[in-house]
């Protein structure tokens, strides 16, 4: 089964005609041409660019109408999008599901056009704990792949979580291509299209591809297994490490910060966190992260480090002026117990620094238990910290050791990374070694 990918924007084209914003003025006219696919099991020359290796560069032919092709009902092609109310094409089949259309070929070759079909909202996220799991898809009685489809069209800049729900209940699997179509200015660049469809393991193809569906499916680029995303406050931290996992089948969201049960304005911002995450997601609110870090199970997003910090300092009564607060201060000594910043390069394991008894000993202990466990996690993690300081010098003995030990924590865990990058005004800024 060969597929023509004819065009891939939404609407009037991408960019859209008339429209001033940014991405669209990057853009020359008739870029990306409005969504069309040609399906065809039959021997129909296909005109295309080179078959399905994803590029960032538009297809050449003109600047606006269909690209070149066989046309609907000519030996066997079908022309996509189908509309619901459409008879199936000759030998096919059409069936109405909650993700779409789905087209059934002779041969047996399984479609999906999300597109199609408008899908229902998303209902109220679950609340599992760290260890219970989350329900996956059944395999085929004949040990076939099931309700899998060989492609899958799919505007994922609306609502990406959608794909991870769909892997989830064996609707894609690792021979699906899912191609990005109805792109338009939702994204700012092809970059950042090309960067968000490699983390969902999506094909972002030029206008005028052509899919040949029966050689393997290219396989998903690796993602980083530890993942630190600084940036200050509404910076898009959270944004962006709830979009580095969005199309993953299952995803344990750990929440660190309080509940909100007496503040009613943080209760609003926890509850638009809540609300924001895909249904299907787990939620774990602890503060033990090493625990999670240790044990088996679906990728991790940790928001945040900033409020761990807190909650540690909470617990072990380590504020000044609290009954377990040793009598030093920030200019003697650091709460991890080094008199500096150069003085942690002197700990060649990577973990020392524990500091003396009382609450900031503690705090200190529990730093060193959480590098360590995310050195050794074989679990995928995302997680989220407060970038500190940035020149300001908080008020406060209580606000500088905080700066303290998170300043000092993002850095070991950044030591323990395969990836660091740096959350300004909705933009990513990678953070090489």
Not at 67 to 84: D, I, K
Not at 93 to 119: E, H, K
Request: aromatic share 2%; hydrophobic share 40%.
């Amino acid at each position: 089964m060969k597929v023509l990918i004819s065009g891939t924007a939404r609407g009037g084209g991408w960019p859209v005609p008339g429209c001033g914003c940014a991405s669209c003025a990057r853009l020359s006219p008739g870029h990306r041409r409005p969504t069309e696919v040609v399906v065809t099991e039959a021997s129909v020359p296909l005109t295309g660019s080179a078959a399905g290796v994803p590029s960032h560069a538009p297809a050449p032919g003109p600047a606006s109408g269909t690209a070149p092709g066989p046309a609907l009902g000519a030996a066997g092609a079908v022309r996509l999008p189908l509309a619901a109310s459409d008879p199936p094409p000759p030998g096919h089949r059409v069936s109405a599901t909650a993700d779409g259309l789905v087209l059934v070929t002779p041969g047996g070759g399984r479609i999906l056009d999300t597109t199609a079909s408008p899908v229902s909202p998303p209902s109220s996220p679950s609340s599992l704990s760290p260890s219970a799991p989350v329900s996956g898809p059944s395999a085929a009685p004949d040990g076939g792949r099931g309700d899998a489809c060989d492609l899958v069209l799919m505007d994922v800049l609306d609502r990406p979580e959608r794909l991870g729900d769909m892997r989830r209940r064996g609707v894609v699997d690792e021979r699906t291509r899912v191609v990005a179509v109805d792109v338009d200015h939702r994204v700012p660049t092809e970059a950042e299209l090309a960067r968000r469809a490699a983390l969902w393991g999506v094909l972002a193809v030029p206008d005028g591809t052509v899919l040949d569906l029966a050689g393997p499916a290219p396989a998903r680029a690796p993602r980083p297994p530890r993942t630190l995303l600084l940036g200050g406050a509404r910076s898009g931290k959270s944004a962006e490490a709830e979009l580095r996992l969005a199309a993953e089948p299952e995803v344990l969201y750990v929440a660190t910060g309080p509940s909100g049960d007496g503040d009613a304005e943080w209760a609003r911002r926890v509850r638009a966190h809540r609300d924001r995450r895909p249904a299907h997601w787990g939620t774990a609110e602890t503060i033990d992260l090493a625990g999670l870090l240790r044990t088996p199970g679906p990728p991790l997003l940790v928001d945040g480090l900033g409020t761990w910090v807190a909650a540690v300092f909470d617990e072990n009564g380590a504020w000044p002026g609290e009954p377990e607060n040793p009598d030093r201060t920030d200019d003697e000594s650091g709460p991890d117990g080094a008199r500096d910043e150069d003085q942690d390069k002197d700990h060649t394991d990577g973990v020392g620094g524990v500091g003396g008894v009382g609450g900031l000993g503690a705090v200190s202990a529990r730093c060193d238990e959480l590098v360590a466990a995310w050195r050794e996690t074989r679990r995928r993690v995302v997680a989220v910290s407060d970038e500190t300081g940035l020149g300001v010098v908080p008020a406060t003995a209580g606000g500088r050791m905080f700066r303290d030990v998170l300043g000092r924590l993002n850095q070991r865990l950044a030591l323990e990374s395969e990836e660091v990058a740096l959350v300004v005004a909705g933009r990513l800024l990678p953070l090489p070694v």
